[in-house]
């Protein structure tokens, strides 16, 4: 028999979007379930607690200026600790290329560079960072959906052919490891400049912001925050504490294992149909699904136009990350750094420092991207480390019987994520990025895809805010109606 529930609104998706839809809808007086299909909240916020030592597979640095993150953290009571005294050890890395180690210091004189000066020193790994921060039109994150921003919305190989870069410069100083898309031919170079943008906006306001919004709640709470300064923070006892801590302030429990298959709005209301034949009817919906994941859940009425085809396209990142154990400080035998970016299906090979001591390596992970995650998750799992630990072991004598793999989280794979963050392709944010989001009758729509000023988790907040603000406004004007 189907089981019913009744509401005001639901929210289908624990992740921080939906979660914050439902702390503010909650907030203004509604009456609110959360349906999440997975036995956990947090979506892609997830701390790898199986494997022991606060690792993170998803969403982990949260930026001094995260304003809704850290009073998210401060007001459900969630401790922060100050990451800044570990960022400088980030910058431990050099270079695999060609089956070579190439070290940072030889790289401006090393002749498999292709920069052009004054390039040179510039490291593949922040090559289009600092292109897209310098080279940047836009005044504010925000800006990249402006009309005239649109010429922008191109390949991101055209953007960097427009500055005159060749390419053999363009295929490593993007095409490796690719965060975006495959290559430069796949991103749209505008969402590259929304990044750098956004990245720029934080870097200015994060002292204002550490003193204004963390100084009070952090000093008190967190052994290890300076007062001032702090550049990042990451939880204490793994990110997920806080969408966990946002969901257990709820009045009702999140209805956990409920996949969503089916949205139906009679203009009245909103039927939600879960795949186990419960039933959530509400006065509004709040969708907080990526598009990857909602494209196989059907819509009656369906949705139509340009929302249509973008949940139809919007693509979302391959990305696949491996965790291994270390038996020894190897990187001390060869003298090159901890954490390898390579050009090998591996990636990058990076060194976690997650212990008490800053600078203390903890164990390492490889990110891999794209078609090369697409290839490990055909992998089992333990096959796929196994092949991680030879590219390495090939590059880098010294690591030889090091290394133990001991887990792996794929986001491509995932069947609730389908991808580790959505991109846009050239083309995609002038055809549909500003109407994408656009409420469907009763059904409103967040998720990190839809943040307008801020990307990552608190794009995803900022996101669901919006949403729950779009509810409570209709709801005041119905109640307003005579
Ligand atoms: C590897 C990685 C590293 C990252 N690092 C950072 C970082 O350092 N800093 C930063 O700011 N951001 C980072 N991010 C990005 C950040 O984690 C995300 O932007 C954010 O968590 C997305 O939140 P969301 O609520 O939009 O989506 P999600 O977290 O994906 O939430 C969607 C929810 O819907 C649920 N769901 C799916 N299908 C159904 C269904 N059919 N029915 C019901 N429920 C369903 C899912 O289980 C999930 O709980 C990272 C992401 C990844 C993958």
Request: aromatic residues 8%; hydrophobic residues 40%.
């Amino acid at each position: 028999m189907t089981k019913i529930h009744r509401c005001e609104a639901v929210v289908i998706g624990a992740g921080l979007a939906g979660l914050n839809a439902a702390v503010h809808l909650e907030d203004a007086g509604v009456d609110v379930r959360v349906v999440e299909a997975q036995d956990r909240v947090g979506g892609r916020v997830r701390s790898m607690r199986e494997l022991g030592g606060n690792l993170e597979a998803g969403g982990t640095y949260i930026g001094a200026a995260y304003g809704r993150m850290i009073a998210a953290a401060a007001r459900h009571d969630v401790r922060l600790i100050d990451v800044t005294p570990s960022l400088k050890f980030f910058r431990e890395q050099d270079l695999a290329l060609d089956g070579a180690i190439i070290r940072q210091s030889e790289w401006p004189a090393h002749p498999a560079n292709p920069f052009p000066d004054p390039y040179r020193a510039l490291m593949p790994w922040t090559f289009s960072r600092m292109l897209t921060a310098r080279e940047n039109p836009l005044k504010e994150p925000q800006n990249w959906l402006d009309p005239e921003q649109a010429v922008h919305d191109v390949p991101m190989y055209e953007w960097m052919r427009g500055l005159g870069l060749n390419d053999q410069t363009i295929r490593l100083g993007y095409g490796m490891n690719v965060s975006y898309g495959e290559d430069a031919h796949d991103i749209s170079a505008l969402q590259l400049l929304f990044r750098a943008a956004f990245s720029r906006a934080q870097a200015v306001s994060s002292e204002p912001a550490a003193d204004r919004s963390v100084g009070k709640s952090l000093r008190s709470r967190s052994s290890t925050t300076s007062s001032t300064g702090a550049r990042g923070f990451t939880a204490a006892d793994g990110v997920q504490r806080i969408p966990e801590a946002m969901a257990e302030s709820l009045d009702r429990p999140v209805h956990f294992g409920r996949a969503v298959r089916r949205i139906e709005d009679d203009g009245r209301m909103v039927t939600v149909g879960c795949a186990d034949g419960t039933e959530f009817r509400a006065a509004y919906a709040v969708c907080a699904l990526p598009f990857t994941v909602l494209r196989g859940i059907a819509f009656d009425p369906p949705l139509a136009g340009s929302q249509r085809e973008a949940v139809a396209s919007l693509p979302s990142q391959s990305m696949t990350q491996l965790y291994f154990a270390h038996n020894s400080e190897f990187w001390e035998a060869d003298e090159v750094a901890p954490s390898l970016y390579t050009d090998t299906a591996t990636g990058m090979f990076s060194a976690i420092r997650n212990g008490s001591d800053p600078g203390e390596i903890t164990g390492f992970s490889a990110w891999v991207m794209g078609r090369n995650a697409a290839r490990l998750d055909a992998l089992p799992p333990e096959a796929a480390g196994a092949r991680v630990i030879a590219e390495i072991e090939a590059v880098r004598p010294a690591a030889r019987g090091q290394l133990e793999f001991i887990g792996r989280q794929s986001w491509g794979a995932d069947p609730f994520a389908r991808g580790a963050w959505a991109y846009f392709r050239p083309g995609q944010i002038t055809r549909f990025a500003a109407a994408m989001g656009a409420p469907h009758g009763r059904v409103r729509f967040c998720g990190e895809h839809l943040a307008q000023t801020n990307r990552g988790m608190e794009g995803a907040m900022e996101s669901g805010e919006s949403a729950a603000m779009g509810i409570i406004a209709s709801r005041q004007s119905r109640e307003a109606e005579p």
